[in-house]
């Protein structure tokens, strides 16, 4: 049995996150042109901001954030909220919005490696090859690039760093991934909004027109807080590895929409680099994992349903459907194919 067919209704919210973010790529490029790139991170952010906002959760569905969640959040702003955007934004001024978009699928490749030396998640054969290609589909796009001279080779540089940062708040956020998504989402945009709206003040970048204001708060509601909110609930059933390989097929739908859009700058050796990235892609989804692994004692806070084989708890009156509260896991030993969510940290 493969990791996709192991947590389906999580792949389905991964790609739903990747379509919604892959859509807004090439229209932050179209709508965020003359502007600066921290007034457009502050709009994309607050308008996740008010998406975290509205979807937040009673306590008996999602467990709450707590104080020692703060440090890691500003974590995640720093780099998810602050740095990526800034660094897309700016890139996607000075480069092709097809490449751009295709570019962004290095971001599973920092994620998945990250995951690997943060949380031990498996890395197979299969895995590694898949990474490979990533990698050299990543290659081909910046040599591409850079044949158009210096810069545009700075835009994809940059969208490169915005990879990477991204690739960090998706390790980060896996610890948070059992929180309530709403508040989450929440956190980390009201952190960024409010910090790239001080910076571009300060930096005297220029206010954008109202209507280009108000489509890329839609933009951010929808591509950054949307998005946001279905990556971490297939973060928590899927791992944060594998999720980010739902989450690569995003590039490819904003390369589709930015040709819809009128961008004529693809050339071979982009068809070929995002080729290769595809096919990293689908491997990764492809990896089979089951082995007999145990589960010691474990207490923690969460949503979850008495339907999934790791929730056997008992209830005075067992409630109906998803809910949260502390509860206790005992120690089990067993076999099934499984991913690294929330229950299955083992090592290897």
Do not use: C
């Not at 991170?41 to 509205?54: C, I, R």
């Not at 955007?85 to 480069?95: M, S, Y």
């Not at 594998?242 to 589709?256: E, K, L, M, N, W």
Request: glycine share 10%; net charge negative.
């Amino acid at each position: 049995m493969t990791a996709w067919h192991l947590s389906l209704p999580a792949v389905k919210g991964g790609l739903l996150a990747a379509v919604l973010f892959g859509v807004s790529t090439p229209l932050v490029q179209h709508f965020g042109k003359g502007l600066g790139a921290f007034t457009t991170a502050a709009l994309l952010y607050a308008g996740a901001a008010a998406v975290g906002f509205a979807s937040r959760q009673s306590v008996e569905r999602e467990a709450r954030m707590v104080r020692g969640d703060l440090p890691r959040l500003l974590s995640m702003a720093a780099f998810g909220a602050v740095l990526g955007p800034v660094a897309l934004a700016w890139g996607l001024q000075h480069t092709s919005g097809t490449s751009a978009s295709l570019m962004l699928a290095l971001e599973a490749l920092f994620t998945a490696l990250l995951a690997r030396l943060l949380y031990q998640e498996t890395m197979d054969r299969r895995v590694w090859a898949a990474m490979l290609l990533l990698l050299a589909g990543g290659v081909a796009l910046v040599l591409d690039q850079g044949r158009n001279g210096d810069t545009q080779l700075w835009g994809m540089l940059a969208v490169l760093v915005a990879t990477a940062a991204w690739g960090t708040d998706n390790t980060l956020s896996r610890a948070l991934a059992e929180r309530d998504p709403g508040q989450v989402v929440l956190g980390k945009a009201a952190i960024g909004a409010v910090a790239t709206a001080l910076l571009g003040w300060l930096l005297n970048e220029p206010m954008p027109a109202p209507a280009a204001a108000l489509i890329l708060f839609a933009v951010g509601a929808s591509g950054y807080g949307l998005s946001l909110r279905f990556y971490l609930l297939a973060q928590r059933a899927f791992g944060a590895a594998r999720t980010g390989s739902v989450f690569a097929f995003a590039p490819f739908i904003g390369a589709a929409f930015a040709i819809a859009l009128g961008d004529r700058s693809g050339t071979l050796a982009m068809a070929v680099g995002g080729i290769l990235m595809m096919l990293g892609v689908a491997l990764h989804l492809m990896e089979s994992h089951a082995h007999e692994h145990g589960h010691e004692q474990m207490e923690h806070e969460h949503a979850h349903s008495h339907d999934d084989g790791h929730h056997d708890h008992l209830h005075d009156v067992l409630p109906v459907g998803a809910h949260s509260h502390p509860h206790v896991h005992e120690p089990i030993r067993h076999a099934h194919a499984h991913v690294p969510d929330a229950h299955h940290r083992h090592l290897h």
